[in-house]
């Protein structure tokens, strides 16, 4: 086959994935006009069916890889067919687990447009307008966040690297230059970190990816409210020192996974200028209800912080996946980041374009700030805020229906996440209400037609509302209690008769 191109005359290649415009064009506007009848669909769909493993891996056989390829008309209608059929859809009006928002329509466009242009954000030359779109992306979410001008920062994966990059940022800023040649143990200092219980799992996968180790954070007490307690931070803080160790970093977060607490943050802010200390926000949730007036005062505040982890993907409603890290002083990354090998011919010296391999843990980096971009302008800061807006309105709907029902107790709210449980008539020990609200997650997720998650608070087991939805409407939340009440109903009357 090689000898086709080796000799004779030159002859056109037949490249098994070359599709000529007409073909590229017909299929492309049936894949949209399907997707978009997908979109219509969503509201009269349940947001999953009962999907098991086996049954989902028969969908596919144990074919092994077809030797010859298929067509491209036919692969792509059967493969929406199937994962329409067969997927949990965080889009759907229903979906409130989690804090995985519903993709805007916009943001899909946006990908297609940036799988065709292809450029490569690792370097300037690469990829010139796209890399000032994502300048311009990270500029406009900090002006939504009402983050200092100045700042930068770069557009990552989702909320875990964007926290990372605030840490390592931490880490080469607070130990000094040689920490990246020498390393963490001849480095010699036994670094901690600060961050209150309910802070997400990322912490643990830093410190121990980036070398502290898990011993080294110092999980803080929340108070009543779930927010960090800010005794028992200092207290910690002047311990540590006391006993040999070098706080490194306190994380406050912005909206916590659980129920969406609101850290201190212009205390932790003020206590980490006094004592020298980074001051990162992991913000991948809550940091862009600070673009709406009417929120924790505290979210207002993210401008004392040195870094600041934001999600895209969750309350800006992209596509997955999007994150973003912000730095106040977008120095701080060069200095965590750089290396400019020789075969990298990307410009030299301090007016070089941005080169974003040189900010960040990729090297080849896809466009993934387009669909964000083209997002914030279809929708314009108002309309980003107004969306916001609305989900902790309907929200607070939701939670005052629930608090309404004889049949519940409301627990928590706080910005778009409202805990609840079902408390059966006659039922108090708490064992029997945790395994029964235990359950009735595992059945209401089953049925789809309302699809929660939990929260642990004080030990007991609740369901967990999270909004982060732009399709979900008043009457979507008016109808949940009597969903959840049904269900609850249902699992009685069989417990009752099978006793
Ligand atoms: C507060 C918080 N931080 C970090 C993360 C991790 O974000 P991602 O899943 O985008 O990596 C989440 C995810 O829900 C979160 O809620």
């Excluded at 036919?74 to 229903?94: I, Q």
């Excluded at 989690?98 to 799988?115: E, F, H, K, N």
């Excluded at 106040?328 to 301090?350: C, M, N």
């Excluded at 466009?367 to 302008?377: I, P, Q, T």
Aim: hydrophobic share 45%; glycine share 8%.
């Amino acid at each position: 086959m090689g000898k086709v191109h080796t000799e004779g005359d030159p002859q056109p290649r037949d490249a098994a994935l070359a599709t000529d415009s007409d073909e590229f064009r017909a299929a492309g506007h049936a894949l949209v006009d399907q997707l978009a009848d997908f979109l219509t669909s969503l509201p009269e769909r349940p947001v999953t069916r009962d999907l098991d493993q086996p049954a989902v891996r028969d969908l596919l056989g144990t074919r092994p890889l077809p030797e010859h390829g298929e067509d491209l008309a036919a692969v792509l209608p059967t493969t929406v067919e199937l994962l329409a059929d067969n997927s949990l859809f965080n889009s759907h009006p229903k979906f409130m687990a989690y804090i995985t928002s519903s993709a805007a329509p916009v943001g899909a466009l946006g990908d297609l447009i940036a799988a065709v242009m292809n450029p490569n954000l690792g370097g300037w030359t690469l990829s010139a307008v796209a890399s000032e779109i994502e300048t311009q992306t990270v500029q406009w979410i900090a002006e939504l966040l009402r983050y200092p001008s100045g700042s930068g920062g770069l557009l990552v994966s989702g909320g875990n690297v964007a926290n990372f990059i605030g840490f390592l940022a931490a880490r080469r800023a607070k130990t000094g230059a040689d920490i990246r040649e020498k390393g963490l143990i001849q480095n010699g200092q036994r670094l901690t970190v600060y961050c209150s219980s309910g802070t997400h799992t990322w912490i643990q996968k830093a410190a121990d990816l980036f070398g502290l180790g898990t011993e080294a954070v110092r999980w803080i007490p929340a108070d009543a409210d779930h927010r960090m307690d800010m005794a028992q931070l200092e207290a910690t803080i002047q311990a540590d020192r006391e006993a040999g160790f070098t706080p490194l970093l306190v994380v406050g977060t912005a909206g916590t996974v659980g129920v969406g607490a609101v850290d201190p943050l212009r205390e932790i802010g003020a206590l980490c200028q006094r004592e020298d200390i980074w001051f990162h926000v992991d913000g991948a949730y809550g940091a862009l209800a600070a673009a709406v007036d009417d929120v924790p005062a505290d979210l207002h505040a993210l401008a004392l912080a040195d870094s600041v982890a934001v999600d895209p993907h969750k309350w800006l409603y992209t596509p997955l996946e999007a994150g973003c890290a912000l730095l106040k002083d977008p120095r701080h990354l060069v200095d965590a980041f750089s290396f400019t090998p020789e075969y990298y011919f990307f410009g030299e010296g301090e007016d070089r374009p941005i080169n974003y391999y040189e900010l960040g843990l990729q090297n080849s980096r896809g466009f993934r700030a387009l669909k964000v971009w083209l997002g914030l302008r279809v929708a314009g800061r108002a309309g980003a805020a107004k969306m916001i807006e609305d989900d902790i309105a309907l929200t607070e709907r939701l939670h005052g229906r629930i608090d309404e029902h004889p049949d519940f107790e409301a627990r928590t709210l706080s910005l778009s996440i409202s805990t609840f449980r079902y408390m059966p008539a006659g039922m108090e020990a708490q064992e029997d209400l945790n395994r029964f609200n235990q359950a009735l997650l595992e059945r209401l997720q089953e049925e789809g037609k309302f699809y929660p998650s939990n929260a642990i608070v004080d030990g007991d087991f609740l369901l967990r509302a999270c909004v982060v939805n732009f399709r979900t409407e008043a009457k979507d939340v008016d109808e949940i209690p009597e969903i959840v009440a049904a269900t609850a109903r249902a699992m009685l009357e069989t417990s009752a008769v099978s006793e």
